[in-house]
Nanobody, 113 residues
Framework: QVQLVESGGGLVQPGESLRLSCDTS????????LGWYRQAPGKQREFVAS??????THYADSIIGRFTISLDGANTVYLAMNSLKPEDTAVYYC????????WGQGTQVTVSS
């Protein structure tokens, strides 16, 4: 059974930091990476960051230099988010890259003063 359990979200002020965690049954393979996605209110879910075989990372343009994706072992993926902006407010999800049809519940990140 697929497991995607996100945690670590919260309410922060602009400029502050958060670290999201994802415990998953999935692993990085030669075919699939692991990644983070987000969905802001009224918008479609979008790609944020991924990590692939060989620890190669890829980021959306909007978060380059502020967010860092990393792995701890085979099944825990983190997203360190610095210099948060109000436009980063969203529900954040982890999933394979490309994603499975199944999604976890996500974790809410709210950036507001």
């Amino acid at each position: 059974q697929v497991q995607l359990v996100e945690s670590g979200g919260g309410l922060v002020q602009p400029g502050e930091s958060l670290r999201l965690s994802c415990d998953t049954s999935e692993s990085v393979t030669s075919t699939y990476g692991l990644g983070w996605y987000r969905q802001a209110p009224g918008k479609q879910r979008e790609f944020v960051a991924s990590i692939a075989s060989g620890r190669k990372t890829h980021y959306a343009d909007s978060i380059i230099g502020r967010f860092t994706i990393s792995l701890d072992g085979a099944n825990t993926v983190y997203l360190a988010m610095n210099s948060l902006k109000p436009e980063d407010t969203a529900v954040y999800y982890c999933n394979r890259v490309p994603p499975l049809a199944f999604w976890g519940q996500g974790t809410q990140v709210t950036v507001s003063s």
